[in-house]
């Protein structure tokens, strides 16, 4: 299968810089009225993306694409990037703005999407 976001074909799906894996979270803390810090283990699953969803094709193609992939925030969905690995369980958090620029006889569109893997496979 091509490279999507939820279904939705992209031409590419690159990673963002900056992605972090699943990992242990810590939040630290300072108590009121005790010197020194606190810290607590909160657990595994914060696993933070962010991807660039790019698309090659005509004007309204890439508008009509920008809408389905808006309309995907805020639900879990797999990903499969350029190297054609599949993330699963991926939360949309964040999508950016759909960046157009022309790209010969075609147009390139672009949005950045951010979020959280909420499970481990």
């Not at 939705?8 to 992605?19: E, I, M, N, Q």
């Not at 694409?65 to 639900?75: E, I, M, R, S």
């Amino acid at each position: 299968m091509a490279q999507n976001i939820g279904g939705t074909a992209c031409t590419f799906v690159h990673d963002s810089p900056g992605k972090r894996l699943p990992s242990e979270r810590v939040r630290v803390y300072q108590p009121a009225g005790y010197d020194g810090y606190g810290a607590q283990k909160i657990g595994i699953g914060d696993g933070e993306f962010g991807y660039m969803a790019v698309l090659y094709d005509t004007g309204i193609n890439v508008e009509a694409w920008a809408v389905t992939l808006f309309g995907k925030k805020a639900t879990v969905v797999d990903i499969e990037d350029d190297h054609g690995t599949v993330h699963g369980n991926m939360l949309l958090v964040e999508m950016g703005h759909l960046e157009r620029s022309p790209a010969g006889t075609l147009v390139r569109g672009s949005i950045r999407v951010q979020g959280v893997q909420v499970s481990l496979p």
